[in-house]
């Protein structure tokens, strides 16, 4: 039995436009968030956030919410996996691949906070660790606008 080698380039423009309108827009959440993603690929995607006065957790430091960063990183992990899930099916048309984002949810989530969440904008990317037939893993880190890491995760996904 051969193993199909996983698509780690790009994807078609619709494909493309549908994962952004589900993680931007159909996702209130991420929509009030101000989540961007700026990178899908079969194997991770990345995204930003700009700080705003709503996601602000700690108002004597400007300090961004750990509510947020878990939810931004969360959110990431599952894009991914639903990203990895999708180039396993190029032969299906994209139209067809997104209607699989209706299966992934999270089953576990864990967000180590390494430091404060001080700046403008924020960079976050998930790297698939592994997609098997029912769960996805995924790593996830979050940055702040000079490279510094502000928090590391791992999720695991329903992807089936």
């Given at each position: 039995m051969t193993q199909r080698k996983p698509h780690t380039g790009e994807f078609e423009p619709e494909y493309v436009e549908g994962v952004r309108a589900i993680f931007e827009e159909k996702i209130v959440f991420n929509h009030v968030l101000g989540l961007k993603l700026t990178e899908v690929r079969g194997d991770h995607a990345t995204a930003t956030l700009s700080m705003a006065p709503q996601l602000v957790g700690h108002f004597q430091y400007n300090r961004l919410h750990?509510?947020?960063?878990?939810?931004?990183?969360d959110a990431l992990g599952g894009i991914a996996c639903f990203l990895a899930v999708g180039a396993r099916h190029m032969d299906e048309p994209p139209?067809?691949?997104?209607?699989?984002f209706s299966k992934i949810g999270t089953i576990d989530l864990r967000i180590d906070y390494l430091r404060q969440g001080i700046g403008e904008r924020f960079i976050m990317r998930a790297d698939v660790l592994?997609?098997?037939?029912?769960?996805?893993?995924?790593?996830?880190?979050f940055?702040?606008?000079?490279?510094?890491?502000?928090?590391?995760g791992s999720g695991a996904y329903i992807v089936s």
């Open positions: 750990g509510g947020v960063i878990s939810a931004s990183l139209a067809k691949r997104i209607e699989r592994r997609v098997g037939s029912r769960v996805g893993t995924t790593r996830m880190d940055w702040d606008d000079q490279g510094t890491l502000i928090a590391a």
